[in-house]
């Protein structure tokens, strides 16, 4: 009895088990072999027939003399680039509109409702309708800017060139940062009312209230946030593929995009593999240093 008991919770936790290792062990352990061979269409039929490659994918990858190492080391650049504006613009975001709808007014419930409608779409379909908003001639952001405000006397092109970076980081924090406030209005829920209460009453302003009541609280919640906020945009696929199309340009080649097309284009998916494995290697060291980080500036009673 004492060892069904003992038992219990491991057989409730094997079938998660099971799917994980399913889901993503095998596959990445498939990539990782794949990262060793000489993969390309001639093997595609019969991948245990490619040629080994040691190292060599890897060193073409990190190779910044080359072209395939210079267009990867841009596109890591374009990356964090829009991970950083996401990830800090999100959260200011966030966390200024859970502030605000903290007080009871009439409306506040439809707010928090609108709020949310960009997390609760489905990114095809928001990535598309932003798409056909940002076309030269026929979107309605020039022609908001452009017939209506007169910022510019040119219709610019938003899904090609350099404006293509500005166009991308639009959509991702659009649709980014309601998580961040819906996460950050459920942890203030939990900060007592009166603490900003008697902070008034001693003479805090709404700023000071902020630094030294909101954001002490907020702490462990924006730990999570802004990890996931991070990895969600680094690893994001779906809106570059979605909004540009297979060929994304320069300025908004993500590196989970550059790999798709290193592997699926090119058909050079030992290259592809080993670049995976290194964006895999670089979040895990980032998250883990991040995590010591800040589990070391949390006051030891939190």
């Known amino acids: 009895m004492v060892l069904r008991r003992r038992a219990l919770p491991y ?12 889901v993503h062990l095998v596959p990445m352990v498939t990539g990782l072999w794949m990262s060793f061979k000489e993969l390309t269409l001639l093997y595609i039929r019969n991948w245990s027939e490619a040629p080994g490659a040691g190292l060599d994918n890897y060193k ?17 650049g374009v990356t964090v680039a829009i991970t950083v504006l996401t990830v800090g ?50 979107g309605l952001v020039n022609h908001v800017l452009v017939d209506q405000l007169g910022v510019t006397g040119d219709r610019p092109f938003w899904l090609i060139g350099d404006n293509s970076f500005w166009a991308l980081l639009t959509v991702i924090v659009w649709k980014s940062w309601p998580f961040a406030f819906l996460v950050l209005m459920a942890g203030l829920q939990g900060v007592d009312r009166e603490m900003y209460e008697a902070a008034a009453i001693d003479g805090a302003g709404m700023w000071r209230q902020i630094r030294h009541i909101t954001l002490p609280a907020l702490r462990p919640i924006n730990q999570v946030v802004v990890l996931v906020l991070f990895l969600w945009t680094f690893n994001d696929f779906n809106t570059p593929f979605v909004l540009f199309g297979k060929a994304a340009p ?27 494995v290194l964006l895999l290697l670089f979040l895990l060291v980032v998250t883990v240093l991040y995590l010591i980080f800040t589990s070391r500036r949390r006051p030891a009673h939190a």
């Open 89 to 138: 613009l999100s959260w200011v975001m966030g966390v200024g509109a859970a502030i605000l709808l903290q007080e009871k007014f009439r409306g506040r419930g439809l707010l928090r409702a609108v709020f949310l409608v960009p997390y609760a779409l489905p990114v095809y379909a928001s990535v598309i309708t932003w798409s056909f908003l940002l076309q030269r001639d026929t």
């Open 250 to 276: 320069p300025a908004g080649d993500l590196v989970s995009v550059h790999i798709y097309q290193s592997s699926f284009v090119t058909w050079n998916f030992g290259a592809g593999a080993a670049m995976s």
């Open 11 to 22: 057989l409730l936790l094997l079938p998660a088990v099971l799917a994980e290792l399913v």
């Open 60 to 76: 073409v990858a990190v190779d910044v003399n080359g072209a395939i190492g210079q267009d990867l080391l841009r596109s890591f």
